[in-house]
């Protein structure tokens, strides 16, 4: 029986007063998602079971019961305040998907700091410019990544701490740099966790656009009432669930529902810290006998290509619900994961701003493949007219995305930057920036996303970061940088560069560029392909229209070139 009795049931007279009952709070009250997420487990008698179960790529396996997790998040939360850290200062967590990033996530939220994910494999151009942004007071990271911290430490006066989980006993530590093993630590039983309120800061999450930097997303506590309810309804997380969300909690995903709609609903969750391979996913399900699984559309198509073969091997049939957010779920995987794990991956949308599941398929309803579903109740979601705003009158349009703002998880605004925020906001409609139709029973169909941003295999990449990267290579004059389309991925990212005066295209300057875009950003924002070319088609006011190097990639109508210079 699935936790959302009937989805039309659920949407009428819906409130959210319905989660906050569940989580015994009041509206006032002190919230804070640390206490949630580990204590309030312990307190209603789960303290002994298994809360984290964690296997690294050596196959070493690491478990934590709900008491673990609460001790051991109130042992860094006490180390953190001991260095002087502040409420609402941010911390950075710049770790692989290691024990000490879902601890130490939730131990940053009982002191009552800023808990700033970024993703491991950043580059330190990355880095620096969202901690710059932040103004960062410590970043927790491992050995093998902090060499990229030290490299910008200079630039990072008000970084106070670079706090190394595993950094060798006894080796000298330069200035600012401290160890901390989570593992050796004195444990600490009781911590006075910091009482923030609804509104009190909780994470800040960093996604790209497709002009200026990246944005710092500002999210609160409050936001637990939202992903609670929809890990339990949409994710259908029920009591003996074997939990694996396979997103790294360095975006968005692996921190609403990797840690806090998974440890707010007490389930055990499992997580994997090795490089994909089909067979290492399916041993992993079989071995720990998975019962909700989800993942991301590139993942699911680098399954399909491996192949049904390599499925006959293990025993999934543990397997009882799946889920799928990032990119559009095409319908062919939808109907492939049907007939081989005998259960369909729903689709759900949502974003980085939204901070929870948006819209969705559930449990229970009639799934159309190829459709994102329905929104959520409590969401009030249609698509508008991109230029008066309004509502179609009809079913069937492609138009913007837009969505009535006021759910408990929306982001509160982008850090420092109000003034991108509130462009967000149109005729009462919070715009996500996709596009999309609605059919005659109301079923979302995602068509694309309204600007230049390239999503690769679910990672939204700015075209603008990887530009400017790319400028700074030393051979490069000009660069423009689209989306090209691929089977896995769905996109990867393209340049198109003209080169300065002395140098010459070769396979080798090729690599050059691409490996310094790679060691600068990260593995993600690396070109797959560069085409040297003579001159950028460019506007007459001189600005580089990458919608026709896009068009050309994607095989479409390259429109109204009028305002091309060398027309
Ligand atoms: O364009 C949409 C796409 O990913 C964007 C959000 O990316 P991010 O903030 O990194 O968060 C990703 C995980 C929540 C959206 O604006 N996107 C997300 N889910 C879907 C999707 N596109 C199509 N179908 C989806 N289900």
């Not at 940053?108 to 620096?128: H, N, V």
């Not at 840690?259 to 997580?271: D, E, H, L, M, Y």
Request: glycine fraction near 8%.
């Amino acid at each position: 029986m699935s936790n959302i009795k009937s989805y039309h049931e659920r949407i009428e007279n819906f409130d959210w007063k319905i989660a906050e009952k569940e989580l015994d709070y009041e509206p006032g009250n002190v919230i804070n998602i640390g206490w949630y997420c580990s204590d309030r487990i312990c307190q209603m008698g789960k303290a002994d079971k298994p809360g984290l179960i964690w296997e690294g790529s050596t196959g070493v396996e690491k478990r934590y019961t709900y008491n673990d997790i609460r001790i051991n998040s109130n042992t860094i939360a006490q180390f953190l305040k001991d260095l002087g850290i502040n409420p609402e200062d941010r911390v950075c967590l710049f770790l692989d998907k290691i024990p000490e990033l879902y601890i130490g996530f939730l131990g940053i939220l009982k002191m009552g700091a800023i808990a700033q994910p970024l993703f491991s494999a950043f580059g330190d151009e990355s880095l620096f410019i969202r901690l710059d942004n932040a103004q960062t007071t410590a970043i927790i990271t491992q050995k093998k990544h902090a060499p990229k911290v030290r490299k910008i430490m200079d630039k990072m006066p008000y970084l106070k701490h670079l706090i190394i989980v595993d950094a060798d006993p006894g080796k000298p530590l330069a200035d600012r740099e401290v160890a901390f093993d989570l593992a050796k630590a004195g444990k600490v039983d009781h911590f006075d966790i910091y009482p923030t309120t609804a509104e009190s800061p909780s994470v800040l999450h960093y996604t790209s656009g497709t002009t200026g930097q990246p944005k710092g997303v500002k999210h609160v506590h409050y936001s637990l009432i939202s992903q609670y309810l929809t890990a339990k309804w949409v994710l259908d997380l029920q009591d003996d669930d074997i939990y694996w969300c396979t997103a790294d909690p360095g975006w968005v995903t692996g921190t609403s529902y990797g840690i806090i709609g998974a440890f707010s609903n007490g389930v055990t969750q499992c997580v994997l810290d090795a490089g994909f391979s089909a067979d290492n996913w399916y041993r992993f399900i079989q071995k720990h006998r998975i019962t909700m699984w989800y993942s991301a559309p590139t993942a699911i198509r680098s399954l399909m290509k491996a192949g049904e073969e390599v499925i006959k091997k293990y025993d999934l049939s543990s397997l009882r619900h799946l889920a799928s957010v990032g990119e559009p779920l095409n319908s062919e995987a939808v109907i492939w994961s049907e007939r081989v794990f005998g259960k369909p991956f729903l689709d759900t949308y949502w974003q980085t701003e939204t901070g929870s599941i948006m819209i969705s398929n559930y449990p229970g309803m009639k799934i159309k493949p190829g459709s994102m579903g329905k929104p959520f109740p409590g969401i009030t979601a249609t698509v508008i007219h991109p230029e008066t705003y309004e509502p179609f009158n009809e079913t069937g349009k492609i138009g913007l995305i837009a969505i009535r703002p006021g759910w408990p998880a929306m982001m509160r605004t982008y850090w420092k930057n109000e003034e991108t925020y509130r462009k967000k906001f149109q005729n009462g409609w919070y715009l996500p920036g996709d596009r999309s139709s609605i059919d005659n029973e109301g079923y979302f169909w995602f068509v694309g996303r309204d600007d230049d941003v390239i999503n690769t295999g679910g990672h939204l990449v700015s075209p603008f970061e990887v530009e400017s990267a790319l400028l700074e290579h030393l051979a490069v004059a000009e660069s423009a940088v689209v989306a090209k389309p691929d089977f896995v991925n769905m996109e990867v990212v393209k340049a198109f560069v003209t080169l300065k005066p002395g140098f010459i295209a070769s396979k080798d300057l090729d690599l050059d560029i691409m490996n310094f875009v790679r060691k600068k950003l990260s593995p993600l924002a690396m070109p797959q392909e560069i085409e040297f070319i003579d001159t950028l088609p460019k506007t007459r006011s001189g600005k580089i229209m990458r919608r026709i190097l896009h068009a050309k990639e994607w095989g479409e109508e390259i429109g109204d070139t009028s305002t091309l210079e060398n027309d």
